[in-house]
């Protein structure tokens, strides 16, 4: 199986890479559209700012390659909130894949920090990736911006408010928290991924 990472100024491109290692897999790290497309499983990860981040994807042509695929691909973090509508961060407009808007969260009180960093449980776990789980999950997470629940939601958590903790429309799988630092459970739902 051909697994390829999607190369750019992501952040956790690397311990993505590495936690595949773990599971016997050697993915790779790359920006070229024909092995983007002829890969297996493609995964974009993503760790940074949303608008710096969506100018090099449009810069090098990534933008159209990502919403092309026809692969199962996985969105990570970041990842997932560029495969939306549009970002409140930077006033983005995203690869328009989940028809979805990514808020801020607003504290409501002095113990609200954020970014929401830490574990966390995920709940309402609605497809695929989730295989196997009976129950709620711990995951680990780091963002300052939310995707509300929505038509595409495929699981739950909750700070501050409600919000999606996973995404899911036909090929296209995402996730809010990184399942690669996410232990037993991550590498789980990593398994999952290459298993569809």
Known sequence: MKVAIVKYNAGNIYSVDYALKRLGVDAEITADKEKLMSADKVIFPGVGEAKTTMDH????????????LKQPLLGVCLGMQLMCNYMEEGDTTGLGIFDVSVKRFIPNIHIEKVPHMGWNTIFDL??????????????????????PVNEFTAAKTEYIIPFSASLHRDNFYATQFHPEKSGKTGEKILQNFLNL
């Not at 449009?58 to 092309?68: A, E, P, S, Y």
């Not at 695929?128 to 995707?147: D, N, Q, R």
Request: aromatic share 20%.
């Open 57 to 68: 994807l449009k810069q090098c042509g990534l933008d159209r390659v990502i919403k092309d």
């Open 126 to 147: 609605k497809d695929e990736l989730f295989k196997g789980f009976t129950k709620e999950e711990f995951v680990y997470f780091v963002h300052s911006y939310y995707v």
